[in-house]
């Protein structure tokens, strides 16, 4: 599966748009999570136990909205986005979101 950011993919063709696909998952921290970011918030830098868990739940609404497309018989997505939105304290959710097309190379791309 080609995924992209961009509107267009350079060396193919569009030859079907499906719509939108999308993943979606809701993280919360736990409560040694919580505890730990927050002894590491104290110190400065990167908070590393809420970064990986904010790339867990990315990686996780990648491969759902992957999947998504797959099962709508894409070969690509394009203009790929992601949102992350607190629904509630230290509950997070993350939406993975693009254009689900069919492409084929384009045969007079150079």
Do not use: C, K
Not at 9 to 16: D, E, F, K, T, W
């Amino acid at each position: 599966m080609i995924v992209v950011t961009t509107n267009d993919l350079p060396g193919y063709r569009v030859v079907r748009v499906i719509g939108m696909v999308r993943g979606i998952t809701v993280r919360s921290r736990s409560i040694v999570g919580s505890i730990g970011g927050a002894l590491q918030s104290l110190v400065g830098g990167n908070i590393t136990l809420f970064t990986s868990l904010a790339e867990t739940a990315r990686q996780e609404a990648l491969d759902l909205m992957i999947r998504h497309a797959e099962e709508q018989g894409a070969n690509a997505i394009i203009a790929m986005r992601y949102d992350g939105n607190e629904i509630t304290d230290g509950i997070t959710e993350m939406l993975a979101y693009g254009t689900a097309v069919v492409v084929e190379p384009d045969s007079g791309a150079r």
